[in-house]
């Protein structure tokens, strides 16, 4: 990347399951991938996050 540079961000949800450890939260793997303005992959990285699961939401 250099400055000047237009990034487009997109994140695909990969895997998701409810806690075990911690009850009305749920665990999702998403992967982001950074392109260019030329179309060209400059960065891609995984990351679990952990979220209030709807369950709890709706509670």
Do not use: C, Y
């Not at 487009?8 to 749920?26: I, K």
């Not at 991938?33 to 369950?55: D, F, P």
């Amino acid at each position: 990347m250099r400055p000047g540079d237009v990034i487009q961000v997109r994140r695909t949800t990969l895997e998701h399951r409810l806690s075990r450890s911690h009850p009305g939260r749920g665990l999702v793997l998403s992967e982001f991938t950074l392109t260019n303005q030329q179309g060209e992959k400059v960065m891609t990285m995984r990351a679990w996050s952990m979220i209030q699961s709807r369950e709890t939401l709706s509670a």
